[in-house]
């Protein structure tokens, strides 16, 4: 299911990527993708200059988004716009499938 849903969410967020990416072999396929989607979800932290109180929680939000990853259940609401807010609100599909990937 979720890694369903994270091939579903790269073609809404990068079309020119998720052309690209969906060629590759199954497995390598399923480690861009879920690469793409954290760098994707990071990067829309990053721009949202709207939706934090201050600067210092968005800078925490950032210093800490690699420690999201051990977390199956971690989203974040009302950051970003449109697929990619709700890559965000929904991010532990792809903590989900990150934690399935081999090591």
């Known amino acids: 299911e979720s890694l369903s849903w994270c091939e579903e969410k790269l073609c809404q967020v990068s079309r020119?990527?998720?052309v690209v990416i969906c060629q590759l072999p199954h497995e390598l396929?399923?480690?861009?993708?879920?690469?793409?989607?954290v760098l994707r979800g990071l990067d829309?932290?990053?721009?949202?200059?709207?939706?934090?109180?201050?600067?210092?929680?968005?800078l925490a939000h950032l210093r800490a988004f690699s420690s999201y990853l051990e977390d199956p259940d971690?989203?974040?609401?009302g950051i970003g716009e449109g697929h990619e807010?709700?890559?965000?609100?929904?991010?532990?599909?792809?903590?989900?499938?990150?934690?399935?990937?081999p090591a």
Do not use: G, P
Request: with cysteine; proline share 0%.
């Open 16 to 18: 020119s990527f998720a």
């Open 29 to 37: 396929r399923v480690a861009i993708c879920n690469f793409y989607l």
């Open 44 to 58: 829309t932290v990053e721009d949202d200059m709207e939706n934090f109180s201050d600067n210092e929680v968005k």
């Open 74 to 77: 971690w989203c974040l609401d």
């Open 85 to 101: 807010r709700e890559l965000l609100q929904q991010f532990y599909h792809v903590t989900r499938v990150f934690q399935s990937l």
